[in-house]
């Protein structure tokens, strides 16, 4: 069965930094492109980046282009959200996605995603 297990959130300060990890649980990530996502209470989920298969495809909402960075290292069968300059509207519940699609055109959809983690929280506050 294909399972994502994200983990990295927690509690930090305006300005900190915090690095997201999606692994791969009894499958292997190669196969898939990965999407983060992002839903904050009372709001839409949020399509925030995405990676091919390859890592050579990447993408970002404009909301955090320049702040947020995706990687993926794929002997370790995970892929990484690196947060920086965190601002309190960071704050929201972080979720990982797969798609053997990979990361098409229409990767800021989450309806395009069909495997998703549990998601962890990210919340922001001095």
């Known amino acids: 069965q294909v399972q994502l297990v994200e983990s990295g959130g927690g509690l930090v300060q305006p300005g900190g930094s915090l690095r997201l990890s999606c692994a791969g649980s009894r499958f292997t990530l190669d196969y898939y492109g990965i999407g983060w996502f992002r839903q904050a209470p009372g709001k839409e989920r949020e399509g925030i980046s995405c990676?091919?298969?390859?890592?050579?495809?990447?993408h970002y909402a404009d909301s955090v282009k320049g702040r947020f960075t995706i990687s993926r290292d794929n002997a370790k069968n995970t892929v990484y959200l690196q947060i920086n300059s965190l601002k309190p509207e960071d704050t929201a519940v972080y979720y990982c996605a797969a798609d053997a699609r990979m990361c098409s055109s229409r990767w800021s959809f989450s309806s395009s995603w069909e495997f998703w983690g549990q998601g962890t929280q990210v919340t922001v506050s001095s």
């Open positions: 990676i091919s298969s390859s890592g050579r495809i990447t």
